[in-house]
């Protein structure tokens, strides 16, 4: 099974917290993995939304992001990421296995005692390189232009792939902030992906775009064109443009 959902029992806590040690014991346990294994919160910049971000590694073992995430609704019609994953494995199994795609591998309902916190924990294989927006900086910092407009038309391009395989549903959140790139292997991971399939204003390309448009200020209006224009003609050149 490449997706499961279960629940985590937080037994005296009242909160998930991966360093805990009595909560640390049990996630290793549940997740298969030596008691000895690693685990840390991340610093810095860990996103807007989430409850906690942690990693995790094991001996021998690829590298974990454990995800907390809140589980109320932005809207009565919005399912929560734990039922947008559900719906998304059944509809696109495959895409759990897709290597472009960090989706999570197991999903955890945490909770304890009566008034103990309740949230879902999503756990994911980390992916490789480093942030797009971190790459794209330290790049434009040793002025690679080549290789950033480079990246620009891969990525519009694997963007492309993306919508064409998963019969055009948005990722949703498509930025610099939510899409990994291995340099050394010219791969792309897309992550943040809790809201994949439902409904926005509007669309990836449009969206990755407004992103892009917020750097004209520090790189110039015509250097941010242009690495549109990249973007989207390798879109347009992918299989996803019908
Ligand atoms: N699969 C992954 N591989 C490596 N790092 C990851 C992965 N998933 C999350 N992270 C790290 O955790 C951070 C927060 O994750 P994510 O973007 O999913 O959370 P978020 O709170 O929804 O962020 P946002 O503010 O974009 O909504 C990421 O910026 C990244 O540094
Ligand atoms: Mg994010």
């Given at each position: 099974e ?20 009595s ?11 030596a008691?000895n ?5 991340m ?49 696109h ?14 999903a955890?309902r945490c ?8 949230n ?5 294989r980390k992916s ?6 971190e790459?794209l ?6 002025q690679?232009?080549d ?7 891969d990525?519009?391009?694997r ?14 959140d ?18 943040d ?5 439902i ?14 448009a917020l ?6 209006q015509?250097?941010?064109?242009e690495?549109d224009?990249?973007f989207?003609?390798?879109y347009?050149?992918?299989?996803g443009?019908?």
């Open positions: 490449i997706f499961s959902m279960g629940k985590f029992d937080l037994g005296a806590e009242s909160k998930f917290d991966a360093l805990r040690p909560i640390k014991a049990r996630l290793l346990e549940v997740l298969g993995l008691p294994a690693s685990v840390w919160a610093t810095g910049c860990r996103g807007g939304v989430n409850e906690g971000i942690w990693f995790v590694k094991a001996h021998g073992r690829p590298e974990l992001v454990l995800k907390l995430v809140k589980i109320t609704r932005i809207a009565t019609n919005i399912p929560t990421e734990a039922e947008n994953f559900a719906r998304l494995y059944k509809e199994p495959a895409a759990f296995s897709d290597p472009l795609l960090a989706l999570p591998f197991k955890f909770s304890g005692r009566p008034g103990a916190k309740e879902d924990l999503f756990v994911i490789a390189g480093e942030r797009l927006a790459w900086a330290s790049k434009l910092h040793q690679q232009f290789v950033v407009l480079r990246m620009m038309w990525l519009g391009a963007l492309s792939e993306y919508h064409s395989r998963y019969s055009h549903l948005q990722h949703g498509f930025t610099l902030s939510n899409i990994f790139f291995d340099e050394s292997r010219n791969q792309f991971a897309f992550i992906l809790g809201g994949m399939g409904p926005t204003l509007d669309g990836d390309v449009e969206h990755f775009s407004k992103s892009l750097l004209e200020k520090k790189h110039g015509p250097r941010v064109a690495w224009r990249a989207r003609q390798g347009a050149h992918g299989t443009n019908t």
